[in-house]
C-alpha cells in the first residue's frame, strides 16, 4: 500500500465507541428491583439450589482485630458486625460463575430449569447490606468489591486459595469466619456467605452514587433476621433440598452463638427430616432434555413443620399436605415448544398446591385458665409461591407454587394479558401452568385430605369458597 493510500485509510479517523455497564448503577437497579426483606429468602434460595440440606444464619455483633490481614489497610473496615450465613454444600465452579454475572442467569441448562433463580439476579440482594461480600467454600476465600474501591486492586473481586501459611500469616483476617464450626485452615465442607453490615465510612469511600448510599445498623439486622423467622413456617413448604433452618445471634463478648429460632420439617408421624427432591430426581433419572419423554408424575407429600423459637420448650408444629406434580397438556407443549425457548422463557410443567392440615391449638380470647377450646383454623391466606413465597395473596385457603414467569423484582406473577410478544407469551404460560398442572394437584389434595381432617367443618376449609381475582380464577374454573 502506498504511503498516501496508509494515511487516507478510515482507520486513521477510528475511535472507540459502544454501550458499556456502570456495574455499580446496575446494582442500584436490582437493589430498586430486590426489596430487603427477601434478601435472607435468595440465601435460602441459593442454598436450595445447591443442594443443601441445612441452612443457617447468624447475626455477628462482634468487632475483629484487624491488624494482621491477607490485604494489609484494604479489609481492615469489614471486620465488624455482619450477616453471616452458611449452608452444608459446596459452591461448584457453575453456582460461582452464576454469582459472579450480573443480570444474566446461568441456569438455563436442563439442570438449570429446577433452580429458583430464575434471573440471576437475587444473590445480588445482599448489597442491601454490604458493599463487599465474601464468600468461602472448599479451601477458597472470595471477595466481591462492585466499587472497585475497597480492595484497591482495581478488580471487582478476588479470590486466595487457602493454604496454612495464609491462615498462620493473616490470624485476624480468618477469625470472623470461624463460625458454623469452619476451621479455615482445612478444607470446608460447605459454604459461608459474610456480609459486613455498610458503615457511613464505606459509603463515604464509595466513588460516586457507589451501591447504596444508605449504612446498614444493628438495629436494620435486627429487623431482617426478626422478619426471617416470622416467615419460616411457610418458607419451607415447595423447597427442594432444605429440611433444616437455624437462626443466631453472636452477642459481645460471649462465647458462642446463641440460638434463637430453629426450623426443621419432617415427614409427618416420624423425626426424619424430609427432604423433596421430587424433580430434581426425576431429570436426573431420566437424563434427558426432552422433557416429552418423561410422562406425567405426582407426588404427595405429608410434613410436619416444627417451629422453635428461644425461651419456648417444644415449639409449634403444624402440619401441612403438599401435592405437587411434574404435569402434561398445554404447560408441556409450551415448555417443548421452540418458539417458546427461542424467546429466552425455560418453562418447567412443574407446580403444587399447600394445605395446612393443622396448627397449634390457641386459647380462646376471654376464656379463664379453666376452660380451654381447641380453635383450628386450616384456611390460610394463600400465597403464590416460585419456590419461595411471594407477597400478594392469591384469595385461596391454599399456597399455589408453580414455575410461574415473574415480574422482573419477583414479588409478583406475571399477568397481563393485553400486551403482545414475549410478554403474552408469559401470561399465556402461567394460565397453562395453572390448568394442566396446578388444578390436577388442588384436585389430589382435596381427596387425600378427607383421611386427615377431623370433621367435615375443617376438610371444606381448604376448598375455594369464591371465585378470586385472575389469574387464580382460572385454577378455581378448572376444578
Known sequence: MSQRARRESPLE?????GQRVDLCARLRECLANYPEDG??????????????????????????????????????SFQGPAICTYNDERFTEKDLASIQSVGNSLKNDADGRTKTGKFGLGFNSCYHVTDCPGLLTGKRLLFLDPSQ????????????????????SAPDQFAPWR??????????????????????AHVRGSAGEGISPRPYSLSDAD??????????????????????????????????????????????????SMPRAHLRELLDRRATQDLTRLGVHHFLDHLSVRLSQAGSA????????????????????????????????????????AARLQQPTRQLEGAGPSFKRSRIELAVRGRPFCTLPLPP?????????????????????????????????KANWNAALLASVVAPCYVALIEAAQELTNTWSEYYEIWPHARPAEPWAQLVDEL
Open 393 to 425: 395473596h392469591t384469595g385461596l385457603p391454599v399456597h399455589i407454587n408453580g414455575f410461574f414467569e415473574l415480574s422482573t423484582s419477583r414479588r409478583d406473577v406475571w399477568t397481563d394479558t393485553s400486551g403482545v410478544g414475549l410478554a403474552l407469551l
Open 13 to 17: 479517523d477510528m475511535f472507540q465507541f
Open 223 to 272: 429487623d431482617l433476621l426478626k422478619k426471617f423467622v416470622e416467615s419460616l413456617p411457610d418458607l419451607v413448604l415447595f423447597l427442594q433440598c432444605v429440611h433444616t433452618v437455624e437462626v443466631y445471634e453472636w452477642r459481645v463478648g460471649e462465647a458462642a452463638p446463641r440460638l434463637l429460632a430453629k426450623q426443621k420439617t419432617c415427614a409427618c408421624g416420624t423425626a426424619d
Open 39 to 76: 434478601l435472607l429468602k435468595e440465601m435460602v434460595q441459593n442454598a436450595d439450589d445447591a443442594g443443601a440440606s441445612t441452612f443457617k444464619v447468624m447475626l455477628d455483633r462482634r468487632k475483629h482485630p484487624d491488624r494482621k490481614l491477607l490485604l494489609e489497610g484494604r479489609l481492615a
Open 149 to 168: 474501591k475497597h480492595l484497591a486492586n482495581g478488580d471487582t473481586g478476588i479470590g486466595f486459595n487457602l493454604h496454612q501459611r495464609h491462615v498462620d
Open 179 to 200: 463460625i458454623f464450626g469452619c476451621d479455615p485452615a482445612k478444607e470446608f465442607n460447605g459454604t459461608i456467605f459474610r456480609l459486613p453490615l455498610r458503615t457511613r
Open 314 to 353: 417444644e415449639g409449634e408444629a403444624y402440619t401441612w399436605l403438599v401435592a405437587q406434580a411434574f404435569g402434561g397438556g398445554k404447560a408441556l407443549e409450551m415448555s417443548v415448544d421452540q418458539d417458546v425457548l427461542s424467546r429466552g422463557l425455560r418453562p418447567l410443567p412443574w407446580g403444587g398446591v
